[in-house]
């Protein structure tokens, strides 16, 4: 399946990643146990709200206490690297 544009930019989802994480909702670190693979049922991103269509490639984090987190490969790639410090100057 061809790769599809996603579809809000990159310094949108970097601030919302910093206000998810901000206010606790997004773990300040990056997931120790996560998984990619097409998108079985669509659902909504936790970063960028877009939904995740079936087929599409999605990454699922699981955090503490068992929580699954379904995010973009691009919204996953920019938590990893705020969460890491990173500053966006790429």
């Known amino acids: 399946m061809p790769q ?4 809000v ?5 970097r601030t919302r990643v910093r206000a998810l994480m901000g ?3 997004l773990p300040r670190f990056g997931p120790r146990l996560w998984a ?9 991103c936790i970063v ?3 939904t995740i269509r079936v087929g599409e490639k ?3 984090a699981r ?3 068992d929580v699954l987190l379904f995010l973009h490969r691009r ?3 920019i938590w990893t690297d705020v969460a890491a410090g990173g500053d966006g100057l790429r």
């Open 4 to 7: 599809r544009r996603h579809p």
């Open 23 to 25: 206010n606790d909702n």
């Open 9 to 13: 930019d990159e310094s949108t989802i």
């Open 48 to 50: 960028c709200t877009a």
């Open 75 to 77: 919204c996953f790639e």
């Open 63 to 65: 955090m503490p206490g």
């Open 58 to 60: 999605e990454f699922e």
């Open 36 to 44: 990619a693979r097409a998108c079985k049922s669509p659902h909504a």
